[in-house]
């Protein structure tokens, strides 16, 4: 899961002022642990309490003597200043082994991050490759802008350098979700499957086929509806369809005869007009 939001934004100011790969960082305060990565204290490295006085910040007494600030402000410009007091400033740019080695070898721990019969910083070293992979340890660096990608990374898998690029996500999320789909439909063709429907949807049917016929013996049954025609409405149907006709020939006569009408008038009034132009008039002496 990711960081809680005081531990992501404590590992974004430090990275971001120091130079320290986030990871490298990360992996650094896992291994120093309680009591200063438990609420209220913002000292995810266990600062001492006794070191306090040169950091330029005030502090309450914790557990084991570490040092309990009061706020994420202070507890990063509090590990901030022990680290330049230590003389880590050389970490920017450094690739992950490197820098476990100088933090190993800076007197920060009078243990150096030692694993049993191993060398300094091996124990500090495992914990970077339980949390980002041993490849990761080995490989390049990563600068304090992917900070905030590492504080939102699941620290239980190896790191993805690719995670914090917008759309990555997104495009693994429906592949994940094409693969769940292909699973799904891999089942439900299954010869079991379809078997087991079979089985459901003929035991179904069989099942209403028998209620049907109980019904049907004990008088439940639904009537069966006949055809709704009857003489009455045939000779209803032929009746409509006479008076249709006979309104047809009707309408049809009285076009004729307007027709004829006009004809005969038109007939008339042109002989009218050839009789009045076939006239001569006499010319008196």
Avoid at 37 to 54: E, F, K, R
Avoid at 256 to 270: H, I, M, P, T
């Amino acid at each position: 899961m990711a960081l809680a939001k005081d531990q992501a934004a404590w590992l974004i100011g430090v990275s971001a002022r120091t130079g320290i790969d986030p990871r490298v960082l990360l992996a650094w305060t896992r291994s120093e642990g309680n009591p200063g990565a438990q609420p209220g204290y913002y000292n995810y490295l266990n600062i001492a309490t006794s070191s306090v006085p040169g950091l330029g910040v005030t502090a309450q007494p914790g557990d084991y003597g570490t040092a309990k600030f009061g706020s994420v402000g202070t507890g990063v410009t509090a590990a901030v200043n022990e680290i330049r007091r230590l003389g880590l400033t050389n970490l920017n740019g450094l690739p992950p082994q490197q820098a476990i080695s100088r933090i190993a070898n800076s007197g920060w721990a009078s243990g150096k991050y030692t694993s049993p019969g191993g060398t300094p910083g091996s124990s500090l070293a495992a914990v970077f490759s339980s949390l980002w992979g041993a490849p990761a340890l080995n490989g390049g660096y990563l600068p304090p802008r992917a900070a905030a990608a590492v504080a939102n990374t699941d620290p239980t898998r190896t790191y993805d350098p690719y995670g914090h690029i917008p759309g990555v996500q997104q495009g693994r999320d429906v592949v994940a979700a094409v693969v769940s789909t292909g699973s799904f439909l891999g089942k439900i063709t299954s010869f079991a499957f379809l078997l087991r429907a079979g089985e459901v949807v003929g035991g179904a049917a069989l099942g209403g086929m028998g209620l049907f016929l109980l019904a049907k013996q004990v008088g439940l049954a639904a009537p069966q509806i006949g055809p709704l025609a009857s003489p009455a409405n045939e000779i209803e149907k032929q009746n409509v369809a006479a008076g249709n006709r006979e309104r047809y020939e009707d309408r049809r006569a009285a076009t004729d005869a307007r027709r004829v009408e006009r004809s005969e008038r038109l007939q008339a009034e042109r002989e009218l007009e050839r009789a009045r132009y076939s006239q001569t008039d006499e010319i008196p002496y």
